[in-house]
């Protein structure tokens, strides 16, 4: 069963869309890039509001790949209690692969769960996929960098999708990436753990308008029926 992921922005958005049957509520800044980060308290303030009836999430922004950057962002994402981090890895192979290593050790000693988002629209290498596994990545999502009218579909094909989904083997996986209503059919085919979505849950599909509860609850349903259908294909 695919679940649903939903960047939100705030404590009354964290609610909505838990009320609209999000799975994961993920604290992200649109107005700060892809992955925008979200001030540490207001991060706190939407965990504590959720109080466990939702897993959690929240990017760390859209850093410069270093790995004291990066380290830095993550510990000081730890402090507010939130379920999982999300690092953005917007460098070439070589920095992406410097960041992985940085963060190995934090993730083992502090029991980190830390989803690694590669960006679609930025030629990731998959050999990336097998360090973040060995690295103890709790999952690796794709997104896009650029939101510019492009989807997750402009740049992979659904075989490139599934071949990604494979070789993250037992990490948590993700889809995202300007995706919209008719794209959750497809991709629910190929069974990721969950589909993110910002865009198509708010008002007239803007990203950086406000989140719209009637939306989520649209694509929720969506996502249960399409789960169903997949579930009953298998089955027969
Ligand atoms: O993590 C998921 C994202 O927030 C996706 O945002 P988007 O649907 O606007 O591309």
Redesign the pocket.
């Known amino acids: 069963m695919s679940k649903l992921?939903v960047?939100v922005t705030s404590v009354e958005e964290a609610l909505l869309a838990m009320e609209g049957g999000a799975d994961i509520i993920?604290m992200?800044n649109?107005h700060l890039g892809a992955l925008g980060a979200l001030p540490l308290t207001v991060v706190a303030e939407a965990v504590n509001a959720i109080n466990g009836q939702r897993v959690t999430s929240a990017t760390t922004g859209d850093l410069p790949m270093q790995p004291d950057i990066i380290c830095q962002a993550v510990m000081q994402m730890a402090t507010t209690g939130v379920d999982i981090i999300k690092v953005g890895f917007f460098g070439s192979h070589a920095e992406n692969a410097s960041c992985i290593s940085a963060l190995q050790p934090l993730i083992q000693k502090n029991n980190l769960h830390v989803v690694a988002v590669l960006m679609a629209d930025m030629e990731p290498t998959l050999e990336v996929v097998e360090l973040l596994r060995q690295a103890g990545f709790f999952g690796v999502m794709l997104?896009?960098a650029r939101?510019n009218g492009q989807t997750l579909l402009s740049h992979l094909t659904i075989n490139q999708l599934q071949n990604f989904l494979y070789l993250a083997g037992d990490m948590q996986t993700g889809l995202?990436?300007?995706?919209a209503i008719e794209h959750i059919e497809q991709l629910l085919a190929i069974k990721p753990s969950y589909i993110?979505?910002?865009?198509?849950v708010c008002w007239e599909g803007s990203?950086i308008a406000k989140l719209c509860k009637n939306r989520v609850s649209a694509i929720s349903t969506l996502l249960y029926n399409c789960n169903k259908l997949v579930e009953n294909i298998e089955l027969a």
């Open positions: 992921l960047s993920d992200k649109p997104d896009t939101k995202a990436g300007s995706l993110g979505v910002r865009g198509a990203r």
